[in-house]
């Protein structure tokens, strides 16, 4: 079974505009990921936050980790086209390299 | 450096068959570990090997299992298949060590069971 849930499940915004989504888990966790899959092809990892560490930036994507609520937000600023795909949070327990996906996002950049 | 390769890409079956599925990991990374991939159940861990060795397993039946070689190719086997097998299988490869948890994923390969 899942880890947790995502929200929302589908997303549709204006290019440029920025894109939210949010990450629940039911364990503590060591490690939370964003993980990216177009079309039904593989994933690629996007940022990996730790159990303490609260935020995380990479380029245009920001990270947030509230571990006492047990969630995660990723935030996608200035959109683009080829940000269109799913997103997937991803939570691993430490010691442990099973990491349990969450049921993912699907953003939709409209152009 | 090489991503990591699963083959075939594509591959139809029918009910009550075996498929064999291959996977190539990044050169170095000792583990690797499989999914599956269904829009009903989203994305449910297999297993992972680590030097030829399963760590973890997942709450599959037993029709499905997997094995790692000494170059750390891995396979996964999935015997008598069922309607339900079909789905996109990934494969991930992870770092040499402990701790290093993001996974490196594979293309995928999309088994249709008729």
């Known amino acids: 079974s899942q880890q947790g849930e995502e929200d929302p499940q589908a997303l549709s915004i204006q290019e440029g505009e920025n894109a939210t989504m949010n990450c629940s888990y039911k364990?503590?966790?060591?490690?939370l990921q964003w993980y990216r899959q177009n079309s039904g092809r593989g994933l690629v990892h996007l940022i990996l936050i730790r159990s303490n560490e609260r935020e995380k930036h990479s380029g245009r994507l920001r990270v947030t980790l509230d571990t006492s609520k047990k969630s995660s937000s990723l935030l996608i600023t200035a959109s683009r086209a080829a940000d269109t795909a799913s997103y997937f949070c991803a939570t691993d327990y430490g010691g442990n390299e099973k990491l349990t996906f969450g049921t993912g996002t699907r953003l939709t950049i409209i152009p | 450096k090489a991503g990591v390769t699963q083959t075939p890409r594509y591959l139809i079956k029918t009910r009550g068959q075996q498929v064999t599925l291959s996977c190539s990991p990044i050169s170095g990374h000792r583990s690797v570990s499989w999914y599956q991939q269904t829009p009903g159940q989203g994305l449910q861990f297999l297993f992972e090997y680590f030097s030829e060795t399963q760590r973890n397993k997942g709450n599959f039946p037993g029709r499905f299992s997997g094995r790692q070689f000494s170059n750390s190719r891995s396979e996964m086997n999935v015997s008598t298949l069922e309607l339900g097998d079909s789905a996109l299988y990934l494969c991930a490869s992870m770092g040499m060590d402990r701790g290093h948890t993001e996974a490196f994923f594979g293309q995928g390969t999309r088994l249709t069971v008729v």
């Open positions: 364990t503590s966790i060591n490690n």
